[in-house]
Nanobody, 124 residues
Framework: QPVESGGGLVESGGSLTLTCATS??????????LGWFRQAPGQEQDFVAA????????YYGDSVKGRFTISRDNNKKSVYLQMNNLNPDDTAVYYC?????????????????WGQGTQVTVSS
């Protein structure tokens, strides 16, 4: 199961970096794509970003393009989400998920293993 960390409270315009670390699938991590999704209270889950198995392809939701950057370090079996210029609309629980097919993308049904989430709160 992936484990998210790095959430917290930040002022509008600030930055945070989320980390998704994996365990239990350490030998196969390189074959997985990983995605970040978020869910605000009372709203549906929203696609944020994804990265394919070798890092050559990245995907971003329209609301975060140009502000968020996803990257991966296969040696550390981790994926990172650098979030810049945060605003209150980014407030949500952020979830990391694994795609065993390796391609990633915005479709929820590609992902079969989800973390517990980390809270990001952006104050105005």
């Amino acid at each position: 199961q992936p484990v998210e960390s790095g959430g917290g409270l930040v002022e509008s315009g600030g930055s945070l970096t989320l980390t998704c670390a994996t365990s239990g699938r350490t030998s196969a991590f390189e074959g997985y794509a990983l995605g970040w999704f978020r869910q605000a209270p009372g709203q549906e889950q929203d696609f944020v970003a994804a990265i394919n198995w070798n890092g050559a392809k990245t995907y971003y939701g329209d609301s975060v393009k140009g502000r968020f950057t996803i990257s991966r370090d296969n040696n550390k079996k981790s994926v990172y989400l650098q979030m810049n210029n945060l605003n209150p609309d980014d407030t949500a629980v952020y979830y990391c998920a694994l795609d065993p097919y390796g391609e990633g993308g915005p479709m929820l049904n590609r992902y079969d293993d989800w973390g517990q989430g980390t809270q990001v709160t952006v104050s105005s």
